[in-house]
C-alpha cells in the first residue's frame, strides 16, 4: 500500500512538473518572440501608426497591433536612399570570409594539435585559447594602430583580419576537441593500405563535418552581429548593418520606420540560417561531449 502511495506520489509530482516546464516554455517563446513581431509590425506600419497606443485599460486594444495597412516603402527608403544594398554585401563579405579562413587554418591547427605531440603543447594550446580570453576593448586601440599603419582601417580585408584575429583561437579550441573524438586508428589503417599522412587525414574530415559546418556558423553569427570591430575598423569603406543601423539615429531626427526595417534586414537573414541548420547545428556542436 504504501509503495502504491508513493507512485502515486512520484506520478503526480511529474505531472506538475510537465505542467511547469511546458507553461515556462510558452512565456519563454512569447517574450522571446515578441520582440521580433513588433519589429516586423513597426517596420510595415506609418508613423502614426506605430505611435498608436490603445486607451489606459483597454487589454483587447492591444490587438490594434496587428490592425493596419502594409507599407514598404521604409525598406525601399533603406536600399535607394541609405545605401544598404552596399553594407549588406559588406556584412556578407566580412563574415563569410573571416569564417572560411577562420576554419580553414583553424581545422590544420587544430588536427596538429590533436595529432602531434611536442614539448609545450599545453603552453601552446593555452596561449592559443588566451588570446580569445582578452575583452575586445583591450585590444581594438593597439590593432587599430596596427592595421591604421598597413591601411588596412575601412577596408573589407582588414575587416575581415580583424575578425579572423577572435575567431581563429576559438576555431582551434573547438576544433580539437572534434578531432580528438576521431581514433587515429582510422588514420594508421588507411596508411597500411597505402594511402598517404595528407589522403589519410582527408578520409577522416567526413566524421568531423558536422562539427565544422556548425563552428563555420558561429563564425558567420559572431561577424554578422559585430558592431565594434566594424565601427573603428570598418569605418568608411566597410560598414556593416549594425553600424548602418546605429547611424539611422540622429539628434534631430529618429527615423524609427528604417530602423525597424534595418532590424529585419539584419536579424531575418542569420535567423533562416539557424532554422536551415538547427538540427545539424546542434548535431555539430554536441560532438566529442560524450566520452567512450
Known amino acids: 500500500m504504501a509503495s502504491r502511495e508513493i507512485v502515486q506520489y512520484d506520478s503526480g509530482l511529474s505531472r506538475v512538473f510537465k505542467v511547469l516546464a511546458q507553461v515556462f516554455l510558452v512565456i519563454y517563446l512569447i517574450w522571446t518572440v515578441s520582440p521580433f513581431i513588433i519589429m516586423v509590425g513597426s517596420s510595415m506600419k506609418d508613423l502614426l501608426e506605430a505611435f498608436t497606443l490603445p486607451r489606459v485599460g483597454d487589454w483587447l486594444g492591444a490587438l490594434s497591433f496587428f490592425n493596419f495597412s502594409p507599407t514598404f516603402k521604409h ?9 544598404f544594398g552596399t553594407y549588406l554585401g559588406n556584412s556578407l563579405i566580412a563574415s563569410v570570409g573571416s569564417a572560411i579562413i577562420a576554419v580553414v587554418l583553424g581545422t590544420s ?12 603543447k599545453k603552453d601552446v594550446f593555452f596561449w592559443i585559447i588566451s588570446t580569445r580570453m582578452a575583452p575586445v576593448v583591450a585590444v581594438i586601440v593597439p590593432l587599430y594602430a596596427i592595421f591604421r599603419s598597413f591601411g588596412l582601417v575601412g577596408t573589407l580585408p582588414g575587416l575581415i583580419l580583424a575578425y579572423t584575429t577572435f575567431n581563429l583561437p576559438f576555431a582551434i579550441w573547438m576544433l580539437k576537441g572534434f ?11 588507411a596508411q597500411c593500405d597505402g594511402a598517404t599522412r595528407l589522403r589519410a587525414t582527408l578520409q577522416i574530415l567526413p566524421l568531423v563535418a558536422p562539427g565544422i559546418g556548425a563552428f563555420l556558423v558561429l563564425c558567420i553569427l559572431f561577424a554578422w552581429n559585430d558592431f565594434l570591430f566594424a565601427t573603428i575598423i570598418g569605418s568608411g569603406g566597410a560598414k556593416t548593418l549594425p553600424v548602418a543601423t546605429k547611424e539611422l539615429i540622429q539628434p534631430q531626427n529618429v527615423q524609427w520606420g528604417k530602423i525597424m526595417a534595418a532590424g529585419v534586414v539584419t536579424t531575418a537573414p542569420m535567423m533562416l540560417l539557424g532554422l536551415l541548420i538547427r538540427r ?13
Open 179 to 189: 578531432f580528438d573524438n576521431v581514433p587515429y586508428a582510422i588514420e594508421e589503417a
Open 75 to 83: 525598406y525601399v527608403a533603406l536600399f535607394a536612399d541609405e545605401s
Open 109 to 120: 591547427c587544430a588536427y596538429s594539435m590533436s595529432r602531434y605531440q611536442f614539448r609545450g
Open 280 to 292: 545539424y547545428l546542434v548535431a555539430g556542436l554536441t560532438m566529442g561531449a560524450v566520452k567512450e
